[in-house]
């Protein structure tokens, strides 16, 4: 069995959406992430992926994004405490609200970086680096069909 956890890339004037996660977390605490977090069981349902974000970046840090959101890419890994999750990464859309660490248990600070900042920081692991690649990707692309 899976967990699905899923993450938010939001761009705002040429700057990402990172948090710092706290250091009370069990996986990756301390290191540099988007806002996400894991799909709860919701019995019969559609979008739980998008509300999960949705939820998240409320919960998180405060902030509103659009309902419409684009697939970037997914991956698994192990916790290590031996979970087995699969993570899943939309480009989204700001929508309303100012981004502050607002769930002090999961975040512990909150931070516009450029690509270049995230790419040069050593709180930065390899897989939110490709993440911004590929999201950066998808911004491009999407922006040359219209």
């Known amino acids: ?39 709860e069981l919701e019995g019969n349902s559609s979008d739980i992926l998008e509300r999960t974000i949705k939820r998240e970046m409320m919960e998180e840090v405060g902030l509103e994004i659009k309902d419409e959101m684009k697939y970037v890419r997914n991956t698994s890994f192990v916790t290590d405490k031996g979970e087995h999750v699969i993570d899943i990464v939309f480009v989204c859309e700001y929508d309303s609200g ?16 450029t690509s270049d900042e995230i790419f040069a920081d050593p709180k930065a692991p390899i897989y939110l680096k490709e993440s911004i690649r590929q999201a950066e990707l998808l911004i491009k692309a999407v922006r040359r069909f219209n």
């Open 1 to 39: 069995m899976f967990i699905v956890n899923v993450e938010g890339a939001i761009q705002k004037n040429g700057k990402w959406l990172i948090i710092e996660r706290s250091k009370k977390e069990e996986h990756a605490g301390g290191l540099l992430s988007l806002v996400g977090g894991k799909a």
């Open 98 to 113: 100012e981004a502050f660490a607002k769930c002090s248990d999961e975040v512990e600070s909150v931070l516009w970086l």
